[in-house]
């Protein structure tokens, strides 16, 4: 089977340097783009499994091209970006961006967000073939259908809002969702503000990870929002 196939958008050459042995080190195939125009035409033609982008490109900001990229495809997007204030995270991922990567990083973290974002590739290829009824990660398995959930086949009983919650993350996982996303996508028209979002992510937290203090599957991004991990996701918290 064929190594995915990753489109590296970035001008600055050290940089890109890096990340191409990193990929070519791993056995990943990859194709590199120094502008934003060049980068949508290859992404159109060569139909890449994910990319990988820089956000200040010369011709074009990087935001925008996510926005052109997700008019016709889903393909995972990590950023890798050397704008670190929680605005420019939140205007990236809001546009359609699955994960973001601040320079300087290391080669180890880059590698484990690109096997996140691969994995679910995998598990909407799986979901697409599968009775789409139930999601499972580890212990916990939510039936859709019913509207129950269940860690380790114990019914866990869960209040509408947790339960909308938990759906919305189970059916991006591995995607991080900001605050304005999740409070627009449960609620609409933003009638929780974001410490009341806290506190519903908490008791959600408390009752689907109480079974042990090892159990992670929900991630906190400071200042940004929350991703559903699956489980043996192998990267720390932001």
Not at 157 to 182: M, Q, R
Request: overall charge negative.
């Amino acid at each position: 089977m064929n190594k995915p196939f990753i489109l590296v958008v970035e001008d600055d050459k050290p940089i890109r340097k890096l990340i191409t042995t990193t990929l070519e080190t791993q056995g990943y195939r990859y194709h590199t783009a120094e502008t934003g125009e060049v980068s949508i035409i290859e992404a159109i033609s060569r139909q890449p499994d994910l990319i990988i982008l820089d956000l200040g490109l010369p011709d074009m900001d990087g935001v925008d091209i996510i926005k052109k990229v997700r008019d016709w495809s889903n393909v995972p997007i990590i950023v890798v970006s050397a704008r670190s204030e929680d605005r420019d995270k939140i205007e990236a991922l809001d546009a359609g961006a699955d994960d973001y990567l601040t320079k300087p990083f290391s080669v180890e973290e880059l590698l484990a967000r690109l096997r996140v974002s691969l994995r679910r590739i995998r598990y909407d290829s799986d979901k697409l073939q599968k009775d789409a009824s139930q999601f499972i990660n580890g212990p916990l398995r939510i039936d859709y259908a019913a509207g129950c959930v269940w860690l380790d086949e114990e019914e866990i009983h869960l209040t509408p809002s947790e339960y909308k919650l938990l759906c919305l993350l189970a059916k991006n996982v591995g995607k991080v969702l900001t605050h304005n996303y999740i409070l627009h996508s449960i609620w609409g028209s933003h009638p929780y503000d974001v410490p009341a979002l806290r506190v519903f992510m908490a008791t959600l937290r408390k009752k689907i990870e109480k079974k042990s203090a090892q159990l992670r599957l929900i991630q906190t991004h400071i200042g940004i929002g929350y991703r559903m991990l699956q489980v043996g996701d192998d990267f720390s918290d932001r």
